[in-house]
């Protein structure tokens, strides 16, 4: 009878509402004998845009001490309202969630896409008869772009220059590489897709290339395939039955997840994990999407995603049995959900819930 510290951040707008019905499925399932007896023992930390504009604070050092010492974290999202001048870009976005993304070593962000038989595709027919659709992006979570290497000089002048340095270490990128073979390894079809952008950026290309083409040869049973980013948006919108496993960038699979959230179903639907695959620090599962302010308040936001990430955590945690549930519990959810109509955020949540609960 396991006993597993999780740390809950709902954070901001849909972030707190998708999270409440997310640890409601949680209950129902760790109640039932799918669990195999394992509890969760949950701790709130009240951390995002509200606290930040009460007390200055973002992730104060003790408390991230505390959330490194939780077997799993679930978060909801962060960021406040658009253009807010007490709250600058980045504060939240920066100082919260790429801190712990980057403090705990989640350089595996896994991102799967699937057209669930009840999911609603805006693809055409001609297009979903191509195949199935069920893909998974292996998105690097430590380095690119979001390190925050680079600066801005004479700031506010018409001579203003500002530089964002990507970072892609050997290190980094053998390690992201090879947890995607060994993934697509796993995998039925077996194949591996790179999506980069080697053609303009060349030496960020060419350390990806070298290493995927390094452990590739570690892999035979595996299929590679290269695309540059731009292509692989196309084959995305026209073919994505094509896509297997997809190992990339940072900055890239951020665009890629929410394209790929589309097409499948919607960015309510998109499930992500922030997985440190050495088990050094807890891993962390949370919906692709952001805090929706746009929606916020109005129990407009469709939690599913929140709960697919409970899935995900319950997967990494062992407990495939419970994960399944979940996940089955949302297949058969969605076949049920009436085209056109508008559930809130709660009954979607307690329909969920139900299923769970048998
Ligand atoms: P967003 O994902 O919050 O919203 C984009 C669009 O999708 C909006 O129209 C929104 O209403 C809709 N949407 C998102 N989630 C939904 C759901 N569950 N159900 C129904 N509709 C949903 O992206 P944004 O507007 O670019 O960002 C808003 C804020 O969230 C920003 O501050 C951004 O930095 C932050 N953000 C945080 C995370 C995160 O915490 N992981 C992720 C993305 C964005
Ligand atoms: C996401 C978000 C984050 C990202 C932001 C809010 C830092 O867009 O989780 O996809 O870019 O990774
Ligand atoms: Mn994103």
Do not use: C
Request: proline fraction near 6%; hydrophobic fraction near 40%; charge should be negative.
């Amino acid at each position: 009878n396991q006993s597993l510290k999780l740390a809950v951040i709902p954070g901001d707008g849909i972030g707190t509402e998708v999270t409440a019905e997310a640890l409601k499925v949680l209950e129902q399932v760790t109640a039932s004998s799918v669990a195999g007896g394992a509890k969760f023992e949950p701790t709130r930390y009240d951390l995002g845009a509200e606290r930040y504009l009460a007390t200055g604070e973002v992730l104060p050092d003790s408390v991230l001490a505390e959330i490194r010492n939780h077997d799993v974290i679930l978060l909801g999202a962060v960021g406040g309202k658009p253009n807010d001048p007490n709250l600058p870009p980045g504060i939240l976005e920066r100082g919260l969630l790429l801190r712990l993304r980057f403090e705990l070593d989640h350089y595996v962000n896994l991102r799967p896409s699937r057209i669930f038989p009840g999911s609603v595709s805006p693809l055409a027919p001609h297009i979903l008869e191509k195949g199935e659709v069920d893909f998974v992006v292996v998105r690097e979570g430590t380095e690119g772009p979001y390190t925050g290497n680079g600066g801005a000089l004479r700031v506010g002048t018409p001579a203003e220059v500002a530089t964002e340095v990507s970072v892609n270490t050997a290190f980094g990128v053998e390690r992201v590489v090879r947890d995607a073979f060994a993934r697509a390894q796993r995998r039925p079809r077996q194949k591996l897709t790179l999506v980069h952008k080697t053609n303009v950026l060349v030496n960020a290309g060419s350390v990806w290339w070298r290493l995927f083409q390094e452990v590739a040869a570690e892999y035979p049973e595996v299929t590679t395939d290269y695309m540059h980013i731009d292509a692989a948006m196309i084959h995305m919108t026209t073919d994505p039955g094509r896509f297997d496993v997809i190992v990339t960038d940072n900055l890239f699979g951020d665009i890629i997840t929410d394209l790929a959230a589309a097409v499948t179903g919607g960015i309510g639907l998109a499930a992500s994990g922030n997985v440190n695959p050495d088990r050094t620090a807890p891993s962390m599962f949370e919906p692709v999407h952001g805090s929706a302010p746009d929606i916020a308040g109005q129990a407009k936001a469709d939690p599913t995603a929140a709960i697919l990430s409970v899935s995900l955590m319950l997967d990494h945690l062992g407990l495939t049995e419970a994960a399944r549930t979940v996940e089955d519990a949302v297949i058969a959810d969605l076949a049920s959900r009436e085209p056109g109509a508008a559930l809130s955020t709660p009954e979607i949540g307690d329909r969920i819930a139900a299923r769970v609960a048998g």
